[in-house]
């Protein structure tokens, strides 16, 4: 099989070669044909034209430059295109036509020798039209940076921005220069003498309490018949305390020595003290970290809501009920000054609130024009020296079933006071001073006459306080677990549910009092 195979190959490749060389013959008898008919025609166009071939061109001094040469070459070419001529090789002229005619005896078949030498340059053609616009190509990567130019003309002014958020409230300046002598009034007329005769002055106001006598003889036994009634301890907090700060222990030196007081009965129901809270519903969220949103505490059918945005500022927003608050429908209301903290509350249609830089307590109508004012004396209220630093509030303002309280913090001592105060003259009945320091305090409420303190982190009342007996109680419970800014804490009389205001977040935590 290896062997027929290879006899075919040879007879392939002997038959290849035959081929190429008759091909070879057949175009070097071509060769001879063409080159025949081309001296032909050489002859032939020596003798038959009207003119002879142009001389050829002295040869060119060798200090002519190339520019020179490509112009000669340029009008020799010229004018062979004028008079239809072909250069051939040889460098001699032939007729286009005579060339035409050849090609064609030859039926078509013109073979051409090596190519030549490349001819001089052309002389540069009209500028072609314009193409058709090719495909955009990808984008390439940016440059680098060029220098910065020169500063520019100033723009015009721009449309003015929102307003910000106004900072915290500045350090009081200093005392600015005593004022001129003012005139003198107007002299009035002397009154007429009284010669009324008064046998009697006016009955002055009770003296403070004397101290406790010392104890009595014990008594004969007597026989139980049924339940003793046992008076109340009349409130020892008089309303001497109005202008003074009426410091008050927490401890068993209120009235003496344990062991030498009477058995007192409590002034706190069981169910008055909370013991826990539950988890908290979320009512809406507004973009604002620190503000308060109050009720009505007593007047159930008010559904208004109100709300201050920040810590600080000179109005609040008043809104219909829920429904307005979600759809953010509200009206503004102006107040007098600024408030400060988020320590604000609602009673009985008016908003109280501390006046910013100040140690007052504005007492502000919400629906008539009216104020008041209040002054808490020896009470911390400007810099950074707050009563609760994560809420940034000296003053919290509390409502619950025993009226009106403010709890602030002492000048002296930097302890929690807490001033009970009458609503209808806006005065203080009287002090109090739990001892607790405020550096410990997060927040705080008041519910049922008892003052709950949380810790630093606001998430668990870590001190309770009964202000009615004046006098430290056991009532610890977890408030929370999240770790977020408390701004607010506050106990509704209305629902009796605490509200706070966390990170932006309205919250309701429902409260458990004891059975």
């Not at 314009?130 to 990808?138: F, L, N, R, V, Y």
Request: aromatic letters at 8%; hydrophobic letters at 30%.
């Amino acid at each position: 099989m290896e062997a027929a195979g290879g006899r075919a190959l040879l007879a392939a490749v002997g038959l290849l070669s035959a081929l190429s060389a008759a091909g070879t013959l057949f175009l070097l008898a071509q060769w001879r044909e063409l080159g025949a008919a081309l001296r032909e025609l050489e002859a032939a166009a020596g003798n038959g034209s009207e003119r002879g071939p142009p001389p050829a061109p002295a040869p060119a001094p060798a200090a002519r430059t190339k520019r020179s040469r490509r112009g000669e070459r340029a009008r020799a070419h010229v004018r062979a295109d004028g008079d239809e001529m072909m250069m051939m090789l040889t460098y001699s002229m032939v007729p286009v036509r005579v060339m035409v005619d050849l090609c064609n005896s030859t039926k078509g078949i013109c073979l051409t020798g090596p190519p030549g030498p490349p001819g001089p340059p052309g002389l540069p053609g009209y500028n072609g039209s314009d193409g058709i616009p090719g495909t955009p190509g990808q984008k390439g990567e940016p440059g680098v940076n060029g220098k910065r130019g020169k500063i520019g003309l100033p723009g015009p002014k721009g449309d003015q921005g929102q307003k910000g958020e106004p900072g915290e409230m500045g350090l009081p300046g200093k005392d600015g220069m005593p004022g001129g002598k003012g005139a003198r009034g107007s002299k009035r007329k002397k009154g007429d003498a009284n010669n009324d005769v008064i046998l009697e002055g006016a009955k002055g106001e009770p003296g403070p309490p004397g101290p406790p006598g010392p104890p009595g003889p014990p008594g004969p036994p007597g026989k139980r018949k049924g339940k003793a009634k046992v008076e109340l301890q009349e409130n020892i907090y008089s309303s001497k305390c109005t202008d003074e700060i009426c410091g008050v222990p927490n401890d068993d030196t209120l009235a003496g020595k344990a062991e030498d007081r009477t058995p007192e009965p409590p002034s706190k129901k069981a169910e008055c003290v909370i013991t826990s809270v539950g988890s908290p519903d979320q009512y809406v969220s507004v973009q604002q970290t620190f503000g308060t949103w109050m009720r009505e505490p007593a007047n159930i059918s008010d559904e208004r809501i109100w709300l201050t945005m920040h810590f600080l500022g000179n109005y609040i927003k008043e809104y219909e009920n829920f429904d307005a608050l979600l759809n953010g429908s509200y009206r503004i209301i102006n107040i007098t000054g600024l408030f400060y903290g988020c320590g604000h509350a609602v009673q009985n249609n008016h908003l109280y609130y501390h006046q910013g830089g100040t140690s007052y307590i504005q007492k502000f109508g919400l629906d008539k024009d009216s104020q008041h004012t209040l002054h808490i004396k020896k009470a911390l209220h400007q810099g950074k020296n707050y009563l609760f630093s994560n809420s940034k509030t000296y003053f919290n303002i509390a409502v619950d079933e025993k009226g009106l309280w403010i709890i602030y913090a002492s000048s002296i001592d930097e302890n929690i006071m807490v001033a009970n105060i009458d609503e209808e003259s806006f005065s203080v009945n009287w002090h109090i001073n739990t001892t607790y320091p405020k550096s410990k305090a997060g927040n705080a409420f008041i519910a049922c006459g008892i003052l709950y303190v949380t810790d630093t982190k606001d998430m668990t009342v870590s001190f309770a306080f009964d202000l009615l007996k004046g006098k430290q109680i056991d009532a610890r419970f977890k408030l929370r677990s999240s770790q977020s800014i408390l701004a607010m804490l506050s106990y509704s009389l209305r629902d009796k549910n605490l509200y706070t205001w966390e990170n932006g977040s309205l919250m309701v935590y429902p409260v458990h009092f004891g059975t």
